[in-house]
């Protein structure tokens, strides 16, 4: 193998660690632009710049554009003096702290995320919501379902309540894998999350609400009331803290409303310390 041949091999491999999928349709992007919908007096940060297809349409209409890129060979292409409102940053985006670079008081975000990594920036997203008005993310479509599922729904899990308490969202449409280079097995989607001006419900401690989540949703074939005692609760405690949240204990967890839920983490914390059971 020669020289060349064994560099490529090497960045092709690189590009799969990193879960690197690039958007190479120009009508998709288009399509993503228009629903971004960039201003004037926009600052917007892209997590994943990559090659710079959605970066420099945005260039072109905020004022301000933030690229993160973690590969370093793609950053040469990304610096480009045409566009001095473009600044290229090449940071690992889990590792950073987007209050360094958000002087205003909202930012819009956006990005074609891995794959890999979806989960952790969704998760340091919601950690980090009120310095956002809006983001914009291409994500895998089984992602993207979750995020926006409702109650009834098999999809419908702990980060469709997280979400949905602090942000209206809407799913905007589907992407194939062939708008991509290379090519990823699953369907993408876009969706875009408002920030709300106030959650629907205020919640004490929400990391401990997290954890309450999962622990109900462990087992999502049995009811809740049962992964409610695998948590260690006493089962008098469960019944009464169901009957007056008004919670009928046949239910799964999918089919509880988020208002529910978090009226029995409420009602739960209020009677004894989550530390006992999460």
Not at 176 to 195: D, E, H, T
Request: glycine share 4%; proline share 5%.
């Amino acid at each position: 193998m020669s020289v060349d041949e064994n560099q490529i091999k090497m960045k092709k491999s690189k590009r799969k660690a990193l879960g690197q999928h690039f958007l190479v349709d120009r009508m998709v992007l288009k399509k993503i632009v228009n629903t971004i919908d960039p201003q004037q007096q926009d600052l917007i940060i892209e997590i994943g710049a990559g090659k710079g297809a959605l970066t420099f349409f945005l260039a072109k209409k905020a004022n301000k554009v933030i690229a993160i890129e973690k590969d370093k060979s793609l950053i040469p292409a990304l610096k480009r003096k045409d566009f001095p409102n473009l600044t290229v940053l090449e940071k690992d985006v889990l590792k950073l702290e987007f209050k360094d670079f958000t002087k205003r008081e909202k930012v819009k975000l956006v990005g074609n995320l891995p794959y890999s990594i979806s989960s952790p920036i969704l998760f340091k997203v919601l950690a980090e919501k009120d310095l956002f008005s809006e983001c914009t993310f291409l994500l895998q479509k089984e992602v993207a379902d979750r995020i926006c599922s409702q109650p009834g729904s098999k999809k419908y899990a702990p980060v469709s309540i997280l979400f949905q308490n602090h942000f209206l969202i809407k799913l905007h449409f589907n992407v194939s894998p062939a708008s991509f280079s290379p090519p990823p097995k699953v369907k993408s989607s876009l969706i875009s999350l408002r920030k709300r001006k106030a959650p629907l419900f205020s919640i004490k401690n929400e990391e401990l609400f997290l954890e309450f989540l999962r622990g109900a949703f462990r087992h999502r074939r049995k009811k809740l009331s049962n992964n409610l005692k695998k948590l260690g609760l006493p089962d008098s405690l469960v019944k009464d803290a169901l009957q007056k949240c008004k919670i009928d204990e046949g239910l799964r967890p999918e089919q509880v409303s988020i208002s529910k839920f978090v009226a029995l983490y409420n009602h739960l914390t209020a009677t004894l310390s989550l530390s006992e059971f999460v």
